[in-house]
């Protein structure tokens, strides 16, 4: 099993940054894809971005070039950093990790946390 733990939600004014953080423990494979989803009311969950162990990132069109995502492989973190934020950036974020396996890729997500953009 993997748990993920996040922090960092809150509520940012429009055109302001803000940084998630996501600590993973328990039965984590050497080869995993650490990534956050979002889901805002209404709308199905979507892929914000993502990083594997090996660096490979992949982003959402939306956010490309406004957020990065960090990890550090030591620790089993990742950070999502945001800027230039926007009112379409509200949703709760999920944290979710990979694990690249044998047999196939298993999922874990996070309880997520809570992000709002205002005016």
């Known amino acids: 099993q993997v748990q993920l733990v996040e922090s960092g939600g809150g509520l940012v004014q429009a055109g302001g940054s803000l940084r998630l953080s996501c600590a993973a423990s328990?039965?984590?494979?050497?080869?995993?894809?650490m990534g956050w989803f979002r889901q805002a009311p209404g709308k199905q969950r979507e892929l914000v971005a993502n990083?594997?162990?090996?660096?490979?990132?992949n982003y959402a069109a939306s956010v490309k070039g406004r957020f990065t995502i960090p990890r550090n492989n030591a620790k089993n973190t990742v950070d999502l950093q945001m800027n230039s934020l926007k009112l379409e950036d509200t949703a709760v974020y999920y944290c979710?990790?990979?694990?690249?396996?044998?047999?196939?890729?298993?999922?874990?997500w996070g309880q997520g946390t809570q992000f709002t953009v205002s005016t």
């Open positions: 990083i594997a162990t090996d660096g490979t990132t």
């Open positions: 328990g039965s984590i494979s050497s080869t995993n894809v």
């Open positions: 979710n990790l990979t694990n690249m396996l044998p047999g196939g890729a298993y999922i874990y």
